[in-house]
Structures are given as structure tokens and as C-alpha cells.
């Protein structure tokens, strides 16, 4: 029978509210889990510059800092949208007369999505990408909230974040400390990896996409490679998204010629083979995984966990792989010195 001491009381009590805050608060906790893998990227910087201010205002300006990247970067999507509002609602307009052609069938051209898939996808486009004033104002308490959850986390774990890392450790028994550290150390060049690789392969994707919009012949080429490389920022949608919604408009204006180019070089060559080859390759290569593996962890993630499985995915297939190594290891040592002793 297993007994437990009455010490470890609150730390099980602990590990329980936990679960059962996650459990319950589950549908912010991809702001919060966001928000404390982003802090774990930036921390090193927040500690350079803690040598030259107070910790609070360093953590206060790093977190400033981001909030301005990201209204930065909304306002310019905002305005590159706005600017191009006719091109998208041209676009978006005109597979909406096509879907409810009832003459017009995609399985006829060979595309393997049904009318009700690429409505349900025309819907959630034209939300986003036309109407998103209306989405804004519609969703803007929550959207406020996330963000204030988001932000809040950054700053806390920028201001407490070490300190709370210290303390955790602390309780840990002597035997696993090392191994706590080895597994911190994996946790935080697994989230660098992933943040680097994300915004590296959405400029690769702009540059990518310019010469197959070229090729496509339909103008506004860098509107195009902006909102394929826009939806690549954002891990649940994807560059594929953005081919798969414009090549539904080749196929509504009967450009069967379009709808090849984007479908071979669009989404096969510009989507498919960054998040096939080039981000697992890229992630692996900085945490020593195999591509294969890391691929898996990363779409298992995105397809269990939606937007904070892109973060959990890879980053527990990365402790999960490191845990064994240390156990292997940990093996080889104890059989050589059992076999060192039994020389001796």
C-alpha cells in the first residue's frame, strides 16, 4: 500500500486545482499557454535588459513591445485588406454564385472537397477576409479578454517568471533536479525553434507564392503572396487555406489552366512542402528529432488541441523523447558501474 506523507499534501493538492483550472478554464488556456511560451522565448532579453532597469519596467516595456508588434501587424493586414477589399469581395462573391449554381459540381474537375465543404469554408473566409469589421465588432469582448489574458501572462511570467521556476525547483527532489533542468533547457529551445521556424516560414511563403501568383496571371500578385503568407502566420489556418479559397474562384470563373497552377505549385510545392518538410526539418534539426516524429507531434497537435496544440504538440513530443534519452542513459551508467564493481 502507498502512503503519502502528510508534507506532500499541498503539493498534490496543488497538482490537482491545476488540472481542475485547466479543465474548467480551458477555453482561455490557449492565451495562457501562448502567452507563457512566448514569455520562456523572450525571458533571456528581459533578463539583459534587467541589468540596466528595474525588473518591472523591463518586463512592462518587453510587453509593451510585443502589444506594439501585434497592432503593428494588425493594422497593416487591416490595411492591406481594406485596400484590396473589391479584389476580395469579387473573389468571394463570385463562388458564392457558383456554389448555388446548381449546374456547377467540383467533383467534375476533379476536386476533392464537396459544395458543403467549400461553402462552409467560403463562410468562414468571408468572415475573416471580407465582413471582418462586422467579426471584430461581433466577437471584440472576446477577442479583448484573450488579449488581456495573453498579455497578462506575458507580463507576469516576465516579472515572476524565474522566480517561480526557482521555487518550483526547489521543492523537487535532489535526484530529479537534474533532470528538471535538462527538460526546462529542451522545453525552451523547443519554443524558440517553433516560434523562429513559424515566422521564417511565413517570409518564405511571401517570397514562394510571388513567382505562382505571377503565373497565374490575375494582378495584384504581392495581395495574393501577403494573404497566403498572413494565413501561414496563423497556425490553425494555414497558407492552405489561402490557395484552396483562390483556387475555388479559378474553378468558379472556369480557369481550369489557374486552378492547376495553384493546386500543383500553390498548394502542393508553396503549402504543403514547408509544413511536410521544411518546419519538422528545421525544429528536429535544433532539438535532435527525427522530422518524421516532430511532424506528427506538430499536425497531431494542431488537430487535437486547435491553436495550442501547435506550441503542445512538438514541444511534448520533444520531452517525451528527451525523458527516454535521459532514461537510457541514466541505464548505460548504472550498468557500467554494476559491471565496473563486479570487475573489481
Known amino acids: 500500500m502507498i502512503r503519502i506523507r502528510s508534507d506532500q499534501f499541498?503539493?498534490?493538492?496543488?497538482?490537482?486545482l491545476t488540472i481542475?483550472?485547466?479543465?474548467?478554464?480551458?477555453?482561455?488556456?490557449?492565451?495562457?499557454?501562448?502567452g507563457a511560451s512566448l514569455a520562456i522565448v523572450l525571458i533571456p532579453l528581459h533578463h539583459r535588459l534587467s541589468l540596466h532597469m528595474?525588473?518591472?519596467?523591463?518586463?512592462?516595456?518587453?510587453?509593451?513591445?510585443?502589444?506594439?508588434?501585434?497592432?503593428?501587424?494588425?493594422?497593416?493586414?487591416?490595411?492591406?485588406?481594406?485596400?484590396?477589399?473589391?479584389?476580395?469581395?469579387?473573389?468571394?462573391?463570385?463562388?458564392?454564385?457558383?456554389?448555388?449554381d446548381p449546374l456547377t459540381n467540383p467533383m467534375a474537375y476533379g476536386v476533392p472537397l464537396s459544395k458543403t465543404s467549400l461553402a462552409s469554408l467560403l463562410q468562414e473566409g468571408t468572415a475573416l477576409f471580407v465582413?471582418?469589421?462586422?467579426?471584430?465588432?461581433?466577437?471584440?469582448?472576446?477577442?479583448?479578454?484573450?488579449?488581456?489574458?495573453?498579455?497578462?501572462?506575458?507580463?507576469m511570467l516576465f516579472l515572476r517568471g524565474e522566480e517561480l521556476r526557482i521555487k518550483i525547483i526547489d521543492h523537487v527532489p535532489a535526484a530529479l533536479k537534474k533532470y528538471i533542468n535538462r527538460l526546462s533547457d529542451a522545453t525552451?529551445?523547443?519554443?524558440?525553434?517553433?516560434?523562429?521556424?513559424?515566422?521564417?516560414?511565413?517570409?518564405?511563403?511571401?517570397?514562394?507564392?510571388?513567382?505562382v501568383f505571377y503565373l497565374l496571371g490575375y494582378g495584384n500578385i504581392i495581395f495574393y503572396s501577403y494573404f497566403a503568407a498572413f494565413c501561414e502566420l496563423?497556425?490553425?489556418?494555414?497558407?492552405?487555406?489561402?490557395?484552396?479559397?483562390?483556387?475555388?474562384?479559378?474553378?468558379?470563373?472556369?480557369?481550369?489552366?489557374g486552378v492547376l497552377i495553384l493546386f500543383f505549385l500553390g498548394y502542393l510545392i508553396v503549402s504543403c512542402l514547408p509544413?511536410?518538410?521544411?518546419?519538422?526539418?528545421?525544429?528536429?534539426?535544433?532539438?535532435?528529432?527525427?522530422?518524421v516524429i516532430m511532424f506528427i507531434g506538430i499536425i497531431g497537435g494542431l488537430l487535437t488541441m486547435g491553436l495550442a496544440g501547435f506550441v503542445l504538440g512538438p514541444l511534448i513530443i520533444v520531452l517525451l523523447i528527451t525523458s527516454y534519452r535521459m532514461y537510457t542513459e541514466d541505464r548505460k551508467e548504472r550498468d557500467a558501474s554494476s559491471l565496473a564493481e563486479d570487475c573489481q
Not at 465582413?131 to 507580463?155: E, R
Request: charged letters at 10%; proline letters at 4%.
Open 10 to 16: 499541498p503539493s498534490i493538492l496543488l497538482i490537482l
Open 20 to 34: 481542475l483550472a485547466f479543465a474548467v478554464f480551458w477555453s482561455i488556456m490557449d492565451m495562457v499557454l501562448l
Open 54 to 100: 528595474r525588473p518591472w519596467i523591463s518586463a512592462s516595456l518587453m510587453t509593451l513591445a510585443v502589444l506594439g508588434g501585434f497592432c503593428a501587424m494588425g493594422l497593416v493586414t487591416l490595411a492591406i485588406f481594406s485596400a484590396n477589399s473589391s479584389t476580395l469581395t469579387q473573389m468571394f462573391t463570385t463562388i458564392g454564385y457558383w456554389l448555388n
Open 131 to 155: 465582413d471582418y469589421q462586422k467579426t471584430l465588432i461581433a466577437y471584440l469582448p472576446i477577442i479583448l479578454f484573450k488579449m488581456f489574458v495573453f498579455f497578462f501572462t506575458l507580463f
Open 188 to 211: 525552451g529551445d523547443t519554443l524558440y525553434a517553433i516560434y523562429y521556424v513559424q515566422i521564417a516560414i511565413a517570409v518564405l511563403t511571401f517570397f514562394i507564392a510571388i513567382p
Open 234 to 257: 496563423i497556425p490553425i489556418m494555414g497558407s492552405s487555406m489561402a490557395f484552396v479559397l483562390i483556387g475555388a474562384y479559378a474553378l468558379s470563373i472556369g480557369d481550369t489552366r
Open 275 to 291: 509544413e511536410i518538410y521544411v518546419r519538422p526539418v528545421l525544429i528536429g534539426r535544433r532539438v535532435k528529432i527525427h522530422p
